[in-house]
Nanobody, 119 residues
């Protein structure tokens, strides 16, 4: 079974920075994508950023230039460096692991970590 464990959330003032980490353990196919999604109260979960095992990245327009996603394949860990945080970045942030193998799609989720941007 695959487990994703997130860390690094918290309370930060506008303009501040936070770094989220997500470590995956278990039986993981080496070719995969890991990403971060977020969900604010009353809103749908949305993609923040994703990175493939080959290093390709994709970001939501709202975070481009402020957030950076990276990963350590040897540790099956993905990071999200969040700079210039805004109150609208406040949400629960969820780590996702996605891969497809033998015509079957797998999606795993972390438990979520709260990010609150407020003065």
């Amino acid at each position: 079974q695959v487990q994703l464990v997130e860390s690094g959330g918290g309370l930060v003032q506008p303009g501040g920075s936070l770094r989220l980490s997500c470590a995956a353990s278990g039986s993981i196919f080496s070719i995969n994508a890991m990403g971060w999604y977020r969900q604010a109260p009353g809103k749908q979960r949305e993609l923040v950023a994703v990175i493939t095992s080959g290093g390709s990245t994709n970001y939501a327009d709202s975070v481009k230039g402020r957030f950076t996603i990276s990963r350590d394949n040897a540790k099956n860990t993905v990071y999200l460096q969040m700079n210039s945080l805004k109150p609208e970045d406040t949400a629960s942030y969820y780590c996702n692991l996605h891969y497809r193998r033998l015509a079957v799609t797998y999606d795993y989720w972390g438990q979520g970590t709260q990010v609150t941007v407020s003065s």
